[in-house]
């Protein structure tokens, strides 16, 4: 101990001395009228003794043994501070399930996902980005055949599904319990579902048919086969009076809900028509097709379209509203794509699941995450945070055919770093100023 108390008491007198510009010079040192001293005071504070000091010392002497501490000096992991948090994901975990998924749909308020699979079964999910908090809240098992669509209610407090058993379920999303059940709602099986307000909820079946339920009576308002094939997706306006069909027959079909009657068919396009979304406010109208095309229509103007566009891809099966101008669709080929929409860009590849076709996507409510299911059995995430801070130029610039997208976020393909990157795209834009051509809009 008086070893530990000389070497406390003579580093409390010590102050070290810090050169400075003017000491390196001859002139400055015989300036210089003393050592410069540490700006900061040393302050001594007792520290308890552990291990070989204490049981040398004793346990009277544990409270003397001196400590320096440095004002603006913070030491990691020290007396008091709370132990480091796990380190954050950019994204959630890839959920895995026992079967291809059919559907999927994200909470509008909380961290929830809910998925119905291939063998009827439905699950509910809770996503984080803190490693292994990801996990299974509940299932169900009440469909006799193939989950085809799931959705929640406007409100969050209920999960709507639809199966190829034609019954509609109503499950209570806290705890799972089948709230209502419309068996046979359709004479054929069920394909999409979609809630309107807190009482209304539209459905389609691969016949064709159309049905807006009121779930105060427990029946249909509204009933109407005006598609020859099935009704693959379905979007309603803001208001919740136009109720927007996509069909496998290619056309559009507009319905009043407000009214209960069937408004018009729009003319028929190459190849089924796969999804339909509202964009700019609510004055455009975006169909995916099978051919790989999107085709756009004026909100005013449902019975022929005022613009395509061609997307280098095998076919558009799903297609999710980013921001008001930006779209992220799903294919075969197992990509998904970012589409801006007027002027008409692909923008690059948010995500991909290899080689295996996609059948549904998801964003979540503060349009940061997106979810997306395919037939390898996985959910997976993507950051998409970067897309809405994107601003596309009118200027369409030449783009070399059959090269390869855009990585858009840190898990999509060709994300690694490029150190040539930069210097690449400098000579292509030089060159196409020395063309001067333009290319159309694809990927």
Not at 220 to 239: C, F, K, P, T, W
Not at 252 to 257: A, L, Q, T
Not at 284 to 303: D, P, Q, R
Request: aromatic share 6%; proline share 6%; glycine share 10%.
């Amino acid at each position: 101990m008086p070893q530990l108390r000389a070497c406390a008491s003579s580093f409390a007198s010590w102050s070290p001395s810090l050169p400075d510009a003017a000491s390196q010079s001859p002139r400055g040192a015989a300036a210089r009228a003393g050592p410069r001293r540490y700006p900061h005071p040393v302050v001594v504070q007792p520290l308890p003794l552990r291990g070989r000091a204490w049981r040398s010392a004793g346990p009277a002497a544990a409270v003397n043994k001196p400590a320096v501490s440095v004002p603006g000096l913070r030491l990691c992991g020290a007396p008091g501070e709370p132990p480091a948090g796990p380190r954050l994901r950019d994204t959630p975990e890839d959920i895995c399930l026992e079967a291809a998924a059919n559907a999927i749909a994200l909470h509008p308020a909380r961290a929830l996902l809910a998925a119905g699979d291939v063998d009827g079964d439905v699950y509910l999910y809770r996503y984080s980005c803190v490693p292994g908090d990801t996990r299974q809240l509940w299932s169900s098992g009440h469909h006799l055949k193939s989950c085809r669509d799931v959705a929640f209610s406007p409100d969050g407090q209920r999960l709507l599904t639809v199966s190829k058993d034609k019954a509609i379920h109503i499950l209570t999303v806290e705890d799972g319990r089948l709230e209502t059940r419309i068996a046979k709602a359709h004479s054929a099986a069920l394909n999409c579902v979609l809630p309107i307000d807190h009482h209304l909820l539209a459905t389609g079946d691969d016949g064709g048919e159309l049905k807006v339920w009121d779930l105060r009576k427990g029946e249909a308002i509204l009933e109407a086969r005006q598609h020859e094939e099935y009704i693959s997706a379905m979007a309603v306006d803001g208001n919740g009076k136009i109720l927007l069909t996509a069909s496998g027959d290619g056309t559009m079909g507009v319905f009043n809900v407000k009214r209960r009657r069937f408004e018009l068919l729009s003319e028929p396009q190459n190849g089924d028509l796969t999804s339909v979304v509202l964009l700019k406010r609510g004055k455009k109208v975006a169909c995916g097709s099978s051919e790989g095309t999107i085709y756009l229509f004026n909100w005013n103007g449902f019975g022929a379209t005022s613009d395509r566009f061609a997307l280098r891809a095998e076919s558009v099966d799903c297609m999710v509203p980013i921001t008001e101008s930006i779209v992220c669709t799903g294919s075969l080929d197992g990509v998904i794509r970012a589409v801006n929409i007027l002027p008409n860009r692909v923008l690059g590849c948010v995500g991909q699941h290899m080689g295996e076709p996609i059948e549904q996507l998801a964003v979540a409510p503060d349009g940061q995450l997106l979810a997306s299911c395919a037939h390898d059995q996985k959910v997976k995430f993507w950051d998409i945070s970067s897309l809405g801070s994107m601003v596309v130029d009118e200027y369409r610039k030449k783009k070399k055919r059959g090269g390869p997208l855009k990585a858009l976020s840190s898990k999509a393909p060709g994300s690694g770093e490029d150190f040539f990157a930069d210097l690449r795209e400098e000579q292509e834009a030089t060159a196409e100023a020395a063309t001067g051509s333009d290319s159309d809009d694809s990927d």
